[in-house]
Nanobody, 125 residues
Framework: QVSLEESGGGLVQPGGSLRLSCTASGRADSRKSMGWFRQTPGKGREFVAAISWINENTYDAGALKGRFAISRDSVNTIYLHLDNLAQEDTAVYYC???????????????????WGQGTEVTVSW
């Protein structure tokens, strides 16, 4: 099992940027890939992006690509770079870890076996 801790959320004005972080602890072989989802009240979780720990591959939600980008360090932290934020990006952003290799199924919630508590992003004047 992997423990995940997100940080970096907060209040930002429309057009602004944030960088979210997610640090993993636990067995490295339990996190072959990791991803970001977001959730607004009354809606299910929406896939944002995922990244592999085996290579440099990433997988992004097409609608958000260009404004959001996922990256990682070489140890245990992934990042989500949020640019040109809009009010509709307001959500709780969750980090997740999977013991599966990154593939097209990484956009599905079932792909992940560990979840963080979430970090809230509010885009508002």
């Amino acid at each position: 099992q992997v423990s995940l801790e997100e940080s970096g959320g907060g209040l930002v004005q429309p057009g602004g940027s944030l960088r979210l972080s997610c640090t993993a602890s636990g067995r490295a072989d339990s996190r072959k890939s990791m991803g970001w989802f977001r959730q607004t009240p009354g809606k299910g979780r929406e896939f944002v992006a995922a990244i592999s720990w085996i290579n440099e591959n990433t997988y992004d939600a097409g609608a958000l690509k260009g404004r959001f980008a996922i990256s990682r360090d070489s140890v245990n932290t992934i990042y989500l770079h949020l640019d040109n934020l809009a009010q509709e990006d307001t959500a709780v952003y969750y980090c997740a870890a999977s013991n599966y290799l990154l593939d097209g199924d990484s956009s599905e919630e079932w792909f992940y076996n560990s979840w963080g508590q979430g970090t809230e992003v509010t885009v508002s004047w």
